[in-house]
Structures are given as structure tokens and as C-alpha cells.
């Protein structure tokens, strides 16, 4: 394979794409095979959709002089990300966590454009594809490339970054996320330090939340630019941050009130104030970019419909953000409150004590009606006169056709798999 070749033909193309459903006009197409398909078989569609190139490991499906053939088109995609990463030496921010990377990912992105031509992670392709993706959008005009990083097994972390070489990294939290791929809560945190360890070897900044034990115990040995409430020891120190419900920080002289539910996302905003001071964005332009912010995709949105007032945390969960999205919105000033569950997923071992820590949680606190939705918590039920508890969102759908929740405060929050925001269709 010669990558140098293929880096030449990638140059001429305006994009890349991995998906003949959103082909565009002179682009590289690559071949990846999956697990229900194999791409080579639509390298004929791609040149016909308007590719320039395609980018096939099978010969069977060799077409003309378009078409780049390759022992395996994944390592093709993943060593022409690296090769151009090298070639563009533009200074590249990684970001990874267990929880908010990227609601993060999109601040720090608001922020830094204020400034700079910045390019970001698209909505959350952050594995070994999505990662060199993302490094193939950038170009020439970029001037801050923000990687975002996702990991649900140790290693992976390490080989995405020595695929985009960050100069600067951001660990947002270490949480109970993937604890089935992790082996538990000592491999998350050993996990997402593989980012702290690239950025010791080469020598590179870290960002690192003082307010975080674990980061300041993994990031003593690096250099480091830190953030932290009240925090003499911090290069930006933040006065004060309250949420009720949304996110208000104070830092100098500026109040940023955000669009953002919880103070779980109060550190997601100190970290992208933090990232904008020290790339030397204006305060003023910290302020009207975080301000502008408004959440989507489910994530934190808080939503009026009917009589209900909803807070819809159902783009993902574990045990760590479930935890804190429930403090949250127990400590909020807000009359009859209701909390809508569902099922944690990817937590092995663990799972049923997992999913029973979550409901003890609630077990004293008296007036809150509370239903847990999916097969983890029904199985895990306890007694309790304002506990409701379903074993598929089928059945609780059918709870609320017939009980009509009204005049509300609502929280909402479950993984991925679940599908909670289909419990918007019966609130009124």
C-alpha cells in the first residue's frame, strides 16, 4: 500500500465516506466491511453516485483505474488519518470521559470558533472509523482540530491516539461506563489514562478539573493547565456555579447562564471556559458562545409539553451520570416531581447491583413518583408505595394510556437501547 499515493488521490476529493447513502460528489468512498454486509459490493455504486475513488480490499470487485485496492480498506482509512494528521501539523485537542464528552466536545468547539477555524468530532464518531473521519475532514484552513475519543475496552484510547497524535488532552470524568468491556471501575479510570500516558511521552498539555481527584492524582507528572471552583492552585479559577435547573458559572468579572440542565454539566462548561482562556479567547466571546449553546439530541433538553415540565436525559446512561442526573433533579425547587428510569446497559457483572444502587437511591426520598422502565430494573424491584416498576417500555406505555402524568416536573434518563424520549408521545 502506498500510502503517500492514496494521500495524493485523497487530496483531490472533497470528502470521505464509508456510507453510499450519503455519498457526495467527488469523493473517496471506503470499502469497510461489517459485520451484516460488505462494502466492496457497492464500490460500483459509490463511482456512480459521483466518487471520484473507491477504496476496496476484495479484487473481485476491482472496477478501473478508480479504483485503489488494498490488503484491508479499515487499516487503509485508519493509516491515511494518520498520514494526513501528520502532514496538516495543526494542533489537535483529544477529548474522552466516561460521561460528557460531547456535550464537552461541542463547548469547547463553540468556544474556540469564536477565534479560530475549528473543526470537530461530528455528533459522536469517536472509535477507530469515526476518529479517522474526523481527521480526514480537516484541511489545510483548520487551525484547531477537536478529537473526540470513545473507548469501551482498554487499548483503545492508546491506539486512537497515536492515530491523532493530540498536542492537548481533556479527561472529563471516570465513571461506571462499559464496565463489562472495562472489567470494572479500576479499568475505566486505567483505561481513559491512556490518554494521560501518550500525553507524557510526547511531552504534551493536558487539561485537567481540580475538582476531580483522580485526574489531579493521574495528571501530577504532566504538564497541565487546570480550572477549579475556588481553587487558589487553579490557572483559572471559577467563583461559583449553581444550576437550577440551569447551569449558571461565574469567573472574573463574567456570569455565563447557560442552556444546560445539572450541575453534573457545570464542569463541561468550567472546562471549555478554561480551554478558551488559554487559547486567548475574549471573555465576551467565552460568554456569547457558551450562552448560544442549546442542547439537542436528547441530551439535558428541557422540554414544556402540556402541563409537564420535562428535563430528557435519554441520549445514554450508566450508573455515574444516572446517579448525578438524579441528585440533580432532587435538589431542584421545582413541585410534584416524577422520575422515569430505564434500563443501564453494558455493565456485566455488575449490572443487577448496579441497577439496584440506583433505586436505594430513591428509597427515602418521600413524594417523588418514581417508574422503572426495562427487563434490569423489574428484576431488581423493591417494594415501595411511590415505585412503579415495568419490564419493557411496552408495558409502561400502556401504564400511561391509561394514567395520564400532569402538572409535573419530569426527569427522564436511560440508555441508548431504550429509547425513552417514546415517553414524550404520552405526556400531556
Known sequence: MDINYIHSLFLKCNSVSIDTRKIESNSLFVAIRGERFDANTFAKEALAKGASFVIIDDKSFYIDERTILVDDSLFALQELAKFHRIHLKLPIIALTGSNGKTTTKELIHAVLSMKYNTKATVGNLNNHIGVPLTLLSFNSETEIGIVEMGANHKKEIEFLCELAKPNYGYITNFGKAHL???GGVAGVIEGKSELYYYLA???MLAFVNLEDPIQVERSKDLRSYSFGVNNEEADLQIKSVQANPFVEVCYSDVTISSHLIGLYNANNVNAAVAIGKYFGVD????KEALESYIPENNRSQLILKGTNEIILDAYNANP?????????FLQLEKPNKVIILGDMFELGDESQKEHVEIVKLLLNEKGVKCFFVGSDFYSNRISSPQFYFYDSFNAFSDFLKEKKIENSTILIKGSRGMALERT???LT
Open 180 to 182: 463489562e468491556g472495562f
Open 201 to 203: 511521552d510526547s511531552d
Open 283 to 286: 471573555d465576551l466571546a467565552v
Open 320 to 328: 455515574s451520570s444516572m446517579a448525578v442526573a438524579i441528585e440533580n
Open 424 to 426: 414524550l408521545e404520552y
